[in-house]
């Protein structure tokens, strides 16, 4: 599960994690894609705090689809989204859904939404299939959207938080590039993730390919790294170490 929290008491536990870190972008492990885009049901009762018609529901939808977030990071369309009912919620049954709510009661604390990210099937060539993801909300904190007239007070903007937990539903773990939209925490006000940065599209680049990203290795295939494996595992003697 990858959830986005609140930046208040883990701040500084973000800020020492990231001294002489020297990655960016992480992909979830094992390394994992959707055969096509998915279809997100985005919950149609929206957030009874965020008034702008339908309580954040169909900018929501607008966000996670937006070009100027996971569908135009240069790969085309790979995630759809509609308003729709989640009364028939339910992890693993292979219909992705956004909850406003937390039927699952795992998103407390600083946590603002949570992604259920655990369900996933190998392909005969090795790589790994998403075969379901799941978001939930953590009601506990003030929600608004850009749709609202009156603006933000100490809120946390719907649409940014959402286009970050969609990321882990399409296989992305958390940057530690500050500023990008996978970033593992956000401040109040702050709506900057909604629109991906170049870190979040090359991440969006090496799992889905076609815009130069990195390709991931078959089982079999030689490799000096996990990351480099499709399975997330690449093992044996030196120099001739191949993925698992």
């Given at each position: 599960?990858?959830?986005m929290?609140?930046?208040?008491?883990?701040?500084?536990?973000?800020a020492?994690l990231?001294?002489?870190?020297?990655?960016?972008?992480?992909?979830?492990s094992?390394?994992?894609?959707?055969?096509?885009?998915?279809n997100?049901?985005?919950d149609?009762?929206?957030q009874?705090?965020?008034?702008?018609?339908?309580?954040?529901a169909?900018?929501?939808?607008?966000?996670?689809?937006?070009?100027q977030a996971?569908?135009?990071?240069?790969?085309?369309?790979v995630?759809?989204?509609?308003?729709?009912?989640?009364?028939?919620?339910?992890?693993?049954?292979?219909?992705?859904?956004l909850?406003f709510?937390?039927?699952?009661?795992?998103?407390?604390?600083?946590?603002?939404a949570?992604?259920?990210?655990?369900?996933?099937?190998?392909?005969?060539?090795?790589?790994v299939?998403?075969?379901?993801?799941?978001?939930?909300?953590?009601?506990?904190?003030?929600?608004?959207?850009?749709?609202?007239?009156?603006?933000?007070?100490?809120?946390?903007?719907i649409e940014?938080?959402?286009?970050?937990?969609?990321?882990?539903?399409?296989?992305?773990?958390?940057?530690?590039?500050?500023?990008?939209?996978?970033?593992?925490?956000?401040?109040?006000?702050?709506?900057n993730?909604?629109?991906?940065?170049?870190?979040?599209?090359?991440?969006?680049?090496?799992?889905?390919?076609?815009?130069g990203g990195p390709?991931?290795?078959?089982r079999?295939?030689?490799?000096?790294?996990n990351?480099?494996?499709?399975?997330?595992?690449?093992?044996?003697?030196?120099?001739?170490?191949?993925?698992?």
């Amino acid at each position: 599960m990858s959830k986005m929290t609140a930046r208040i008491s883990v701040l500084a536990l973000l800020a020492a994690l990231l001294v002489g870190s020297a990655y960016a972008y992480v992909l979830l492990s094992p390394r994992r894609t959707w055969d096509s885009a998915p279809n997100v049901i985005v919950d149609s009762r929206g957030q009874s705090g965020i008034t702008d018609g339908d309580g954040g529901a169909s900018r929501t939808a607008a966000a996670i689809t937006s070009n100027q977030a996971w569908n135009g990071a240069g790969q085309g369309t790979v995630i759809n989204a509609q308003v729709g009912s989640v009364a028939g919620w339910q992890l693993g049954d292979g219909t992705p859904m956004l909850n406003f709510t937390d039927p699952e009661r795992v998103c407390t604390g600083t946590c603002l939404a949570a992604t259920f990210t655990g369900f996933y099937s190998s392909r005969p060539d090795g790589t790994v299939r998403i075969n379901d993801a799941d978001i939930v909300t953590n009601t506990g904190y003030s929600w608004t959207s850009a749709g609202e007239a009156d603006g933000c007070s100490n809120e946390f903007y719907i649409e940014g938080v959402m286009v970050h937990e969609v990321g882990h539903l399409l296989g992305l773990g958390h940057s530690n590039v500050s500023g990008s939209t996978m970033y593992p925490s956000v401040s109040s006000c702050n709506n900057n993730p909604a629109t991906t940065e170049s870190d979040d599209d090359n991440a969006i680049a090496a799992l889905y390919g076609g815009g130069g990203g990195p390709v991931c290795l078959a089982r079999g295939t030689s490799c000096t790294s996990n990351s480099q494996c499709c399975s997330g595992s690449c093992k044996g003697k030196v120099g001739r170490q191949t993925c698992r």
